[in-house]
């Protein structure tokens, strides 16, 4: 079975870090590109961030480069998400995708979310 | 600045047909935007339905269904189910491994 299991959530200070990490099993980990997707409470779903199979790429949205750095240790089955600087409008959810890139760009697996609360 | 928009509501008899769109505030989306749907229930990780416009994912019942129509992507359910009632986000890829998520449409069948 495929499985992603987010951690690392909690309530941080405005201005604080967090490191959250995404444990993959049940696929090869360093065969896929991951990505990470957030949703703010009641709001809707916001992709966050990308990183190749490899991890030699990255990508990144508007509202979190330069803040926010995606990794992956492909031979501990995880992938990261390093969150500096952080607001009150990073309060969300954060998902990690499976994503496949060429010829079919998805998101075709999803953890079950870690929350993480921006707030002094 | 990337805008996809989507109806924030819709509603469906039980029974009934419904088409969900997916666009772009500026331009049209096509094939090479990838168009994938998700669906999602309070408090629930998203369900993937829809790749690559009209592929479905593994599990997904037929009776979703994915196309471009005219400048738009759409999902389409046809007989619609009590349990299908959910958020619906469609995702177009705008290339150099950038995603954008529409701003989800609240199905309500009754």
């Known amino acids: 079975e495929v499985l992603l299991v987010e951690s690392g959530g909690g309530l941080v200070q405005p201005g604080g870090s967090l490191r959250l990490s995404c444990a993959a099993s049940g696929f090869t980990f360093s065969g896929y590109a991951m990505t990470w997707v957030r949703q703010a409470p009641g709001k809707g779903l916001e992709w966050v961030s990308a990183i190749s199979a490899s991890g030699g790429t990255t990508y990144y949205a508007d509202s979190v480069r330069g803040r926010f750095t995606i990794s992956r240790d492909n031979s501990k089955n995880t992938l990261y998400l390093q969150m500096n600087s952080l607001r009150a409008g990073d309060t969300a959810v954060y998902y990690c995708?499976?994503?496949?890139?060429?010829?079919?760009?998805?998101?075709?697996?999803w953890g079950k979310g870690t929350t993480v609360t921006v707030s002094s | 600045q990337t805008v996809v928009t989507q109806e924030p509501s819709f509603s469906v008899s039980p029974g009934g047909t419904v088409t969900l769109t997916c666009g772009l505030r500026?331009?049209?989306?096509?094939?090479?935007?990838?168009p994938s749907w998700y669906q999602q229930t309070p408090g629930q990780a998203p369900r993937t339905l829809i790749y690559?416009?009209?592929t479905r994912s593994s599990g997904v019942p037929d009776r979703f269904s994915g196309s471009i129509l005219g400048n738009k992507a759409a999902l389409t359910i046809t007989g619609a189910q009590a349990d299908d009632e959910s958020d619906y986000y469609c995702?177009?890829?705008?290339?150099?491994?950038?995603?954008?998520f529409g701003g989800g449409t609240k199905l309500t069948v009754l």
């Open positions: 690559t416009t009209n």
């Open positions: 995708a499976k994503a496949l890139w060429y010829p079919s760009y998805h998101m075709d697996v």
């Open positions: 500026s331009g049209s989306v096509s094939s090479s935007n990838y």
């Open positions: 995702v177009l890829y705008m290339g150099s491994g950038i995603w954008v």
